[in-house]
């Protein structure tokens, strides 16, 4: 183009102002631990082609992991997610070793961003920098988001049932707002539309009412521009883009306008101004992860709001689908009596595939989650047990393996959430030193993590381990067809068996057996890099069977180039494994099935497992 338009001009010319100070770029890193010879390739920044996330040798992606961490909407450390960056090292170590992630969703606080109007607290970036790095290092992906809820814990009084997060003290000041009450609200999230201060701060914020969004803009712009010149290239290429605005809501509608106009006229337009300062600051190749207006998929009908950024067109590359799903049903402990069942959000999650699908992107969903305590938290095992089958696959298991032709796309997902500090908090409630929260998630008394520290300080799953550490594509060279996971995970002492393999395929079953198994069908591309699959702790190299069009094997051999299914660190040295797939040939069909629950097979069993698996591979996919 041969002119910018004004607004961005005067973004360059900010964003000059920041640059002048002197930055320099770290040097390049040594070589992630772990690294084989395709991984530096592979680890180039995140695009999005064809609707799905691809890495640096066209391979499809699929992010797995856990946002990190509400403890950044805490005051406690200084709105940070955590105490030190060594406690970020023993985090991303966890989290892969522990929670299988290899993504996390990093949040940010506008408030420690800029605490005086027009300043960016370089003290904070840098602090923030130095944690978000202590990923990357780990091999684990970032998407960097500027968290919100109840737009501010400054419009909250000290003796509050409530609090919130998100925007500065000044912010709210400027809005002179009224004393905040909720009047008869259960859970917190009744204040996003029943708390007069927060839908009056919210409303001013979509109306740039005082400057503040601009304002917003100008730091998010700051905040990117210093990332992007105080982490390393390899450092910045992990980190995959940027979450604007968490769950985008009014706050109230003007005279006559819905809530999909809302969501054309104003929350379009501010993706828009943030996709600006993205590009303005040196994240011209990562998309910005747009979320639409919160209600929009409610499973519950008086919640529900037509949304979905059903007027962006096709919005393509340069923006991700990025919505959260809560089982608000189960949560209520009123609209859902009993627990989550085979296919319980299919058709929820199948509603983010179509959507992502129409606006010609890929699909995040950035939180889900389930409470861990409290009256409803019988319902967790299900619940999250439900919600990554439908991440996983279109499809219930009951018909799986009858129709796998339509399980459609593996949806990314980041669980809500991964907070070391669960239950050893130390925060005063909205500045209230008689209200010292030490439990659960110490906000809003919520209890979501899934993990915590033990007495000795080290990492512990508060989940089974079953469920959160699963096997997925992390990394398919062509296209998946199909995909399932039978995790067999545990609700109390029953085990939960939603997709039994068929009587159909009497040698199948037998091998798999009790144990847990997975099953990918992919289309490859003729590259020569691998498939990769994570490997979750119980399926360990010896133990493991893989049986595939490209051979069986009973224990699993070090990868060679030459060796079709092998084992392989995970790249970062915490210790996580991966099954790396080797097909040649573009277009063909191919399936791997993996499992634990075979004990020394013979031969024989894996050739007659192998010959039902490439006639149902036939049959139902061709």
Excluded at 65 to 78: A, D, I, Q, R
Excluded at 456 to 462: D, E, T
Excluded at 544 to 562: I, K, M, N, P, Q
């Amino acid at each position: 183009m041969s002119r910018l338009p004004a607004r961005l001009l005067g973004v360059l010319v900010a964003l000059t102002g920041l640059l002048a100070a002197p930055a320099v770029r770290p040097a390049a890193a040594a070589p992630v631990p772990d690294s084989l010879w395709f991984d530096a390739q592979a680890s180039t920044a995140l695009t999005v082609d064809g609707g799905r996330f691809t890495d640096g040798l066209g391979r499809e992606v699929v992010l797995r992991g856990y946002n990190v961490s509400g403890e950044t909407k805490l005051e406690e450390n200084g709105g940070l997610p955590f105490a030190s960056a060594a406690d970020a090292r023993k985090s991303a170590a966890a989290l892969r070793a522990l929670g299988g992630g290899n993504t996390v969703r990093f949040l940010l606080s506008w408030a420690r961003a800029e605490p005086v109007r027009g300043q960016a607290d370089t003290a904070y970036l840098a602090a923030v920098t130095d944690q978000m790095r202590a990923f990357l290092d780990a091999g684990v992906r970032v998407v960097p988001d500027f968290h919100q809820d109840l737009y501010s814990r400054y419009l909250f009084h000290e003796g509050s049932w409530y609090t919130g997060d998100g925007a500065p003290e000044w912010a709210v000041d400027a809005g002179h707002y009224p004393a905040e009450s909720c009047g008869i609200c259960l859970f917190w999230g009744q204040n996003i539309t029943q708390n007069q201060a927060v839908t009056k701060a919210s409303y001013d914020f979509w109306h740039n009412a005082y400057g503040v969004q601009d304002a917003f803009l100008d730091t998010a712009g700051k905040t990117m521009a210093y990332l992007e010149q105080h982490l390393s290239d390899d450092e910045f290429a992990g980190v995959v883009g940027f979450d604007p605005f968490n769950e985008p809501y009014a706050g109230a509608y003007d005279s006559g306008q819905s809530s999909r106009g809302w969501e054309q006229n104003l929350l379009w337009p501010f993706y828009r101004k943030f996709r600006a300062r993205m590009d303005a600051a040196g994240w011209q190749d990562k998309p910005a992860f747009v979320e639409p207006n919160l209600f929009w998929n409610a499973n519950l009908d008086f919640q529900r709001q037509e949304g979905g950024l059903l007027d962006a067109g096709t919005i393509g590359p340069r923006y991700v689908f990025n919505t959260h799903f809560y089982d608000q049903k189960a949560i209520s402990g009123v609209f859902m009596w009993g627990k989550a069942a085979d296919g319980q959000y299919a058709a929820d999650f199948r509603t983010v595939r179509d959507r992502a699908s129409a606006l010609g992107t890929a699909a995040v969903v950035s939180e889900f989650g389930h409470p861990l305590t409290g009256s409803v938290s019988d319902k967790a095992p299900t619940v999250l047990k439900a919600m990554y089958q439908a991440l996983d696959s279109r499809l219930p298991g009951a018909s799986w393996w009858s129709d796998p032709a339509a399980s459609g796309p593996v949806l990314s997902g980041t669980q809500w959430q991964w907070d070391l500090y669960n239950g050893r908090h130390h925060e005063l409630m909205n500045g209230n030193p008689d209200k010292v929260l030490t439990s659960g998630d110490a906000w809003n008394d919520e209890d979501l993590s899934a993990v915590a520290l033990d007495d000795s300080g080290a990492a512990v799953l508060r989940q089974d381990a079953r469920l959160l550490d699963r096997i997925y594509p992390s990394a398919t060279a062509g296209t998946t067809v199909a995909f399932t996971y039978e995790d067999r995970s545990r609700d109390g002492s029953t085990t939960l068996t939603w997709n039994p393999v068929p009587g159909s395929l009497p040698n199948v079953a037998r091998l798999v057996g009790s144990g847990q198994y997975g099953l990918l069908v992919w289309r490859s591309d003729g590259g020569t890099a691998p498939t990769e699959l994570h490997l979750p702790a119980s399926f360990p190299a010896a133990s493991t069977t893989v049986v595939s069009d490209l051979g069986t094997a009973a224990g699993l051999s070090a990868y060679t180039r030459t060796t079709p299914i092998a084992v392989a660190n995970e790249p970062g040295g915490a210790g996580g494994e991966r099954l790396l797939l080797t097909a040649s040939g573009p277009g063909a069909l191919h399936y791997a099935l993996v499992t634990n629950g075979a004990t020394a097979p013979s031969a024989s069993q894996l050739d007659a497992a192998r010959t039902e698996l490439s006639g149902w591979a036939a049959q139902r996919i061709g």
